[in-house]
């Protein structure tokens, strides 16, 4: 059976090209010297990319695979200028990345709902003769054609925008994880590769609050290679603001197994071993407490680990907190960075100045200005502190 879930696609674009100007003489018994009165022509269509939440597949793209915009009218007489080309919007979900399907280029990036970009630009319609009379060319007999269309193949790739997403080698209990926190029904079944295409949840927090969370289908040693399926769906962790890795706690080794999908991960693509992480041991209600003790001996140190079991409820809170933490603790990094002030204004603190003149002066006397120096200068919304 044909799955539902298409996160590749290949589309030949093509925009209109420009309506000619017209070439055409003001002809009128009582004008006797009517001149020159063609018209431009009209614009070719445009071919945009539009963001749309309602999609989260390309599935509707599949069997659409020629999108073209429309021509620029002719211009006409009495100046009449062509009709513009009809432009063409290709929705796609959010966190589409097209590239140039000929030399494998990046073009853009959909990330938002609403985001319009412009994938290919229509020609300009051409002027008419009327635009090119001069005193000494009071009748010219010529017009400018339409600019050409343009026409680009390219390959739109879906990567799922999440906050949570979920690594780990099949039957690791992602998809029961998901179904318990959030309303999201995944296929759960207990043979490997259950899970065939990834899944969105929205898992809520208290006082009203919520994030989402993606189950990514399992990771088999060598799929940054290839194998299984996991090469074809490791780009959906690329834009998953964490990721929560899953080993099941009657695993022979959890480290082990836990470094060989950090191996993985890392191979396909060096930058994600910088986005945080959770390890989370699944199946716990199979290991007593004499035995976790054990295993938190043998974990990895550089990463937050949390006993859970989807299925008995345990340990569930305790991962929504250790996740909501570290989803928060990333953007409030992200907001003091940004928020971070480098210029020094009116009735600011100015004693990093002064120490900052005082190591550059070392034992010469140093004079601040205060308040009342500072009233004084008259170009004071164009001084900057640091090029003091």
């Not at 009165?37 to 269509?45: C, P, T, Y």
């Not at 022979?252 to 041991?281: H, M």
């Amino acid at each position: 059976m044909e799955s539902n879930f298409v996160d590749y696609v290949k589309i030949c674009c093509r925009s209109g090209k420009g309506g000619r100007g017209s070439m055409h003489m003001h002809r009128a018994k009582y004008v006797p010297n009517g001149g020159p009165d063609g018209g431009d022509g009209g614009r070719g269509g445009h071919v945009y990319l539009r963001g749309n939440h309602n999609y989260w597949t390309l599935l509707h793209l599949r069997y659409e695979r020629h999108v073209f915009a429309g021509h620029g009218g002719n211009g006409g007489q009495s100046r009449s200028t062509g009709a513009d080309g009809e432009d063409r919007y290709i929705d796609v979900p959010c966190g589409t990345v097209v590239y140039n399907a000929e030399t494998g280029e990046y073009v853009c990036d959909v990330t938002e709902d609403g985001q319009v970009v412009m994938l290919l630009k229509g020609g300009r319609g051409g002027l008419g003769n009327w635009n090119f009379r001069t005193a000494t060319n009071q009748a010219p007999r010529y017009a400018q054609p339409g600019e050409p269309m343009r026409e680009m193949t390219v390959i739109l790739e879906l990567k799922l925008l999440a906050d949570v997403g979920l690594v780990g080698f099949p039957n690791a209990g992602k998809s029961t994880l998901l179904s318990a926190v959030s309303s999201a029904r995944p296929k759960i079944a207990g043979y490997p590769f259950t899970t065939m295409e990834p899944s969105l949840g929205i898992v809520p927090y208290r006082g009203g609050q919520s994030f989402v969370m993606a189950d990514i289908p399992g990771i088999i040693e060598g799929a940054s290679e290839g194998r299984g399926l996991g090469l074809r769906f490791l780009r959906h962790i690329e834009r998953n603001s964490l990721l929560l890795f899953m080993v099941p706690g009657d695993t022979d080794d959890i480290r082990k197994e836990y470094e060989i999908l950090l191996r993985e991960v890392g191979t396909f693509n060096p930058e994600l071993l910088d986005k945080q992480r959770v390890l989370a041991i699944t199946k716990s209600d199979l290991l007593d407490d004499e035995l976790q003790q054990l295993l938190s001996a043998d974990l990895p140190q550089d990463v937050p680990a949390v006993f859970i079991s989807a299925v008995a409820g345990k340990g569930i809170t305790e991962l929504k907190d250790i996740l909501w933490t570290a989803l928060n603790s990333e953007s409030n990094k992200l907001k003091s960075i940004t928020q971070q002030d480098t210029l020094v204004h009116r009735n600011k603190d100015l004693s990093w100045l002064t120490q900052e003149l005082a190591d550059e002066g070392e034992d010469e006397e140093i004079e601040v200005l205060d308040d009342d120096d500072i009233e004084d200068i008259e170009e004071l919304d164009d001084f900057e502190y640091e090029d003091v």
